[in-house]
Each structure stands twice: as structure tokens, then as C-alpha cells.
């Protein structure tokens, strides 16, 4: 059974920092692209980040760029993102995402992507 279990939320103040954690279980992490997904209050889910299988590619949405850090350690089966300069506008769940194929056609910011997201970790951003 997959499992994505994310860590790591919680109330910070504007300009803090956060590291969001994601612990993988019941597929082989290190063969597949993941990602990371947020959804703010009363809105839809927004691509966020993402990494290729091997950890040498990264990926980033635009409001995110120069702010968060996408990384993954395969050998712990654990996907991080490193959340810098925080806005209130951060605020929102947190998910990891597995993509659902390991070919090589991956549009990351594609949410069709994915097949499995975890229960998420909540981000407040607030002074």
C-alpha cells in the first residue's frame, strides 16, 4: 500500500522558515518523480515544486522561485522542502505527491500527474 505521511507544518511569522518533510512507504521511492502540492484556504490545489526520480532535477512554480528548496533522499525514502521567506499567502496545506508513471514525458506542474498525495501538513503564515 502506498503511504505518503508529510511533517514539518505549523505557525510561523512572516519571513520564517520551515522544512516540510514527506516519508514514503509501499513503492519504490527512488524510481519515481515526486512533487509537492498546496492548497490554500477556499481555493484549488496549486503545483508547487518538483524533483526527478534521481534528485538532479528540480522544478519550481513561479511565486515559490529563490523561496523553496526541493530536495530527496532515496536512501531514507523521504521528499523535503525547504520553505524560506514565508508570506502569508504561503498559508495552506501541504501535500507530496508521487507521479503516477516513471517515463520520461513528466510535466511537473501537471496535477494529472500524480496518482497517490499524502494527508498533508498545514502551513500557517501569520504574525
Known amino acids: 500500500e502506498v503511504q505518503l505521511v508529510e511533517s514539518g507544518g505549523g505557525l510561523v511569522q512572516p519571513g520564517g522558515s520551515l522544512r516540510l518533510s514527506c516519508a514514503a512507504s509501499?513503492?519504490?521511492?527512488?524510481?519515481?518523480?515526486m512533487s509537492w502540492v498546496r492548497q490554500a484556504p477556499g481555493k484549488g490545489p496549486e503545483w508547487v515544486s518538483g524533483?526527478?526520480?534521481?534528485?538532479?532535477?528540480?522544478y519550481y512554480a513561479d511565486f515559490v522561485k529563490g523561496r523553496f528548496t526541493i530536495s530527496r533522499d532515496n536512501a531514507k525514502n523521504t521528499l523535503y522542502l525547504q520553505l524560506n521567506s514565508l508570506k502569508p499567502e504561503d498559508t495552506a496545506v501541504y501535500y507530496c505527491?508521487?507521479?503516477?508513471?516513471?517515463?520520461?514525458?513528466?510535466?511537473?506542474?501537471?496535477?494529472?500527474?500524480?496518482?497517490?498525495w499524502g494527508q498533508g501538513t498545514l502551513v500557517t503564515v501569520s504574525s
Open positions: 524533483i526527478n526520480s534521481g534528485g538532479g532535477r528540480t
Open positions: 505527491a508521487k507521479r503516477a508513471f516513471t517515463d520520461s514525458s513528466w510535466a511537473p506542474n501537471e496535477l494529472r500527474e500524480y496518482d497517490y
Open positions: 509501499g513503492f519504490t521511492f527512488g524510481i519515481y518523480d
